[in-house]
């Protein structure tokens, strides 16, 4: 089972900065999925692929990394940006998540 | 739209089953594989099951192999998962989730599943 490890567990940040969320992965996977999870609702697909926005996502967010690092990154945080974002891979059996990242804007 | 309304959740005792369903629409049903994802109250998400488009193959991470089994009617848009030998930690949310051959892009608002006797 490929063991995804996001870091940091918990972070805030202050409107306007820069924030990266990583995604490491016990083995090479060839693409990460992120999703963003808001408190009491559904998860939403955010990144696919790696690197493409899913529908609606606002550009200041975007994706990257291969092999066994990959990154989230919030260029100019707003205060819509506070949820907790889950890494995915589905390149080996079984498809797994990251324990996920909570993002609190201060 | 994409709709997906996830039904038949409850409490349910230790070793009991429960069956839940997930009526879709807004998009071409039988086009797409579905899968269920869980998330326990207060943690993380986990895949739990995800069936193929024409429901003809199945896959189940191994924390429930041989006790549920996903299921779909393609001529009523409904996806099923049947729960047998519920344990307490199968207590979560459940999600239906459209896709899973690699990334889920549409979730119901989940159903509660919750084991205690």
């Known amino acids: 089972e490929t063991v995804l490890t996001q870091s940091p567990t918990t972070t805030a940040a202050s409107p306007g900065e820069k924030v990266t969320i990583t995604c490491r992965a016990s083995?090479?996977?060839?693409?990460m999925h992120w999703y963003q999870q808001k408190s009491g609702a559904s998860p939403k697909l955010w990144i696919y692929?790696?690197?493409k926005l899913a529908s609606g996502v606002p550009n200041r967010f975007s994706g990257s990394g291969s092999g066994t690092s990959y990154s989230l990154i919030i260029s100019s945080i707003e205060s819509e940006d506070a949820a907790t974002y889950y890494c995915?891979?589905?390149?080996?059996?079984?498809?797994?998540f990251g324990s996920g990242t909570k993002l609190e804007i201060k | 739209e994409v709709q997906l309304v996830e039904t038949g959740g409850g409490l349910v005792q230790p070793g009991r089953s429960l069956k839940l369903s997930c009526v879709a629409s807004?998009?071409?049903?039988?086009?797409?594989?579905m899968s269920w994802t869980r998330q326990a109250p207060g943690k993380g998400l986990e895949w739990v099951a995800s069936i193929t488009n024409s429901g003809g193959s199945t896959y189940y991470p191994d924390s429930v192999k041989g006790r549920f089994t996903i299921s779909r009617d393609n001529a009523q848009n409904t996806l099923y998962l049947q729960m047998n030998s519920l344990r307490s930690e199968d207590t979560a949310t459940y999600y239906c989730?459209?896709?899973?051959?690699?990334?889920?892009?549409?979730w119901g608002q989940g159903v509660m599943v919750t084991v205690s006797s």
């Open positions: 692929d790696t690197s």
């Open positions: 807004g998009f071409t049903f039988n086009n797409y594989w």
């Open positions: 989730t459209r896709g899973g051959r690699r990334v889920f892009d549409y």
């Open positions: 083995s090479s996977v060839s693409y």
């Open positions: 995915q891979q589905k390149s080996s059996d079984p498809l797994t």
